[in-house]
């Protein structure tokens, strides 16, 4: 080798070859021919938005989950708002929520008026902690608001036996967790409201659209009138019924989910057990890789949890390496690997520190955590080799810094 020729090993940051040639995603949609079909059907047909599809839609997935009722909505966003409203969230009442999370699923409890209270997470999943939780109830505690973080649910059982000692309505935010399992028993027909996205990047996609699922028939008449301005009856069905007359019963909003997402919603649900599957060999396939690594936790997965594996998240240990979680995240975009990190602590978001004064230091697991997460690519269509790629890079960028 020439004094000026760059070394194989040498990290793409510092100008040697990427490990991949072309970026890797850290999730992707994947669209089949059938998928393609059902959107063009609908398209020709009388009904693009409420209509067939989604009734359709709405009981298949439901019967998937083990729910009685399944109210679509046009994110999973407007689907924790309502889920929240459907609780009887309102000014004065306060719901008990995880700091690692996505900010909408606290946000949801501040457009009902009532105010977030975090609970720091458990070390191992970082799921929100059951004693945590009991520490934070107050008399105006309504909700308890958990989050299956990166697919793996919850403590649902100790979360819902809190919930029941003290009157309390437990909103699942399961959109990382479609088709995981907790103690046997699936996501969507434990906690009172369970909510689930079909966002690009999640097991399946109607491109912008998400799920309430419920036990409770006067839950999901709430859900379905907030869906649709607070108004009683639908356009269909006034067609059917040969009437005009509609009666705004609450204060809702326009959250319906077209019938065109749920044809796509329909042919995606079909393939969501190989997709699954196959997030799950990826998933023991990095465990069993980054297990061997020096630097890296890989994410826990408690024995009675069958986790969804929306994200593959992994903690580094700082202490083991010359560069903090920032230059690892740069090393590794730069060989091609399209890491991100989730999440920035709710708390720690400049409206959540000027609205409740968070100064940092109040959640020190989650914290804690958030310094240390990597999030890599993991979705249903990656090749062997793109899971090849993301191990081969994250040897190569930790053994560069290693300590
Ligand atoms: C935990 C969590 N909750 C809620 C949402 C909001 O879902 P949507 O993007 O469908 O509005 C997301 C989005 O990815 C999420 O990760």
Redesign the pocket.
């Known amino acids: 080798m020439s004094s000026t020729s760059v070394s194989p090993q040498a990290l793409a940051l510092d100008g040697g070859a990427p490990v991949r040639a072309t970026y890797l995603p850290y999730g992707r949609q994947s669209i089949a021919e059938a998928d393609l079909q059902a959107v063009v059907e609908v398209l020709r047909s009388n009904w693009l938005t409420t209509g067939p599809k989604v009734d359709e839609f709405e009981e298949a997935f439901a019967a998937r989950v083990g729910a009685s009722h399944g109210v679509s909505f046009s994110?999973?966003?407007?689907a924790?708002h309502a889920a929240a409203f459907a609780a009887g969230l309102k000014s004065g009442d306060e719901a008990i929520t995880t700091p690692l999370?996505?900010a909408?699923?606290a946000n949801c409890v501040l457009y009902c008026g009532a105010t977030p209270v975090f609970a720091d997470v458990s070390a191992d999943t970082i799921n929100i902690d059951p004693e945590q939780i009991a520490a934070k109830i107050t008399p105006r505690t309504r909700t308890i608001l958990p989050?299956d973080y990166a697919g793996h649910p919850a403590d649902l059982n100790a979360v819902v036996e809190i919930a029941r000692k003290h009157g309390l309505v437990v909103i699942e935010?399961a959109?990382?967790a479609l088709g995981a399992e907790c103690a046997g028993q699936r996501v969507g027909s434990i906690a009172d409201l369970t909510v689930f996205?079909?966002?690009p990047v999640k097991h399946i996609t109607t491109g912008?659209?998400?799920m309430v699922t419920t036990a409770d028939r006067k839950l999901a008449e709430t859900l379905r009138r907030f869906r649709n301005h607070g108004i009683s009856t639908d356009a269909r069905q006034r067609q059917a019924a040969g009437q005009w007359h509609y009666e705004m019963v609450l204060l809702g909003f326009n959250y319906r989910l077209p019938d065109i997402a749920c044809a796509l919603g329909i042919e995606q649900l079909k393939r969501l057990d190989v997709n699954l599957m196959r997030r799950r060999q990826i998933a023991a396939r990095y465990t069993a890789a980054f297990g061997e690594m020096a630097a890296v936790v890989p994410p826990a997965a408690r024995p009675d949890a069958n986790p969804a594996w929306h994200l593959y998240p992994i903690r580094l240990k700082l202490e083991k390496l010359t560069a903090d979680r920032a230059k690892i995240f740069r090393a590794l975009r730069a060989e091609n690997i399209g890491v991100n990190v989730h999440y920035i602590p709710v708390h720690l978001h400049r409206y959540y520190r000027e609205q409740f004064g968070y100064k940092g230091g109040e959640f020190p697991v989650a914290e804690d955590a958030y310094e240390r997460l990597i999030s890599l690519p993991m979705f249903h269509a990656m090749s062997d080799q793109d899971g090849a790629d993301v191990i081969a890079a994250v040897g190569k960028v930790l053994r560069h810094y290693a300590r």
């Open positions: 994110s999973g966003t407007a924790l999370t996505f909408a699923t989050v935010d959109c990382h996205s079909f966002h912008e659209g998400g």
